[in-house]
Nanobody, 121 residues
């Protein structure tokens, strides 16, 4: 199983970006999908997660600005980021947790490659 993230780029303060991440492979189900970010010199942190049932969890710093969504049938997760601020600048990673393959193999977590989001003032 692989995760492919896309949608990063350069945006001005107050602008918007939409990140997408697609999981590929013979996937039966994915429990939780989400987005994490790592700013220069800082630890990776959780941004937003969503379960297969649609339950979401957001970091306090992004509540009201970011929206996470997913398409279970397509094994994709999106992150709509609005009102971006300079401190949102980071490499954003998608992650899938408890990925069950059609051959019943289980992956506890799978990370995608990062996509850089740069917010300029």
């Amino acid at each position: 199983v692989q995760l492919q993230a896309s949608g990063g780029g350069l945006v001005q303060t107050g602008g918007s970006l939409r990140l997408s991440c697609a999981a590929s492979g013979s996937i039966r189900s994915i429990n939780t999908m989400g987005w994490y970010r790592q700013a220069p010199g800082k630890q990776r942190e959780s941004v937003a997660t969503i379960t297969s049932g649609g339950s979401t969890n957001y970091a306090d710093s992004v509540k009201g600005r970011f929206t996470v969504s997913r398409d279970n049938a397509k094994n994709t997760v999106q992150l709509q980021m609005n009102t971006l601020e300079s401190w949102d600048t980071a490499v954003y990673y998608c992650k899938a947790e408890r990925v069950v393959m059609r051959n019943m193999a289980l992956y506890r977590e799978v990370w995608g490659q990062g996509t850089l989001v740069t917010v300029s003032s």
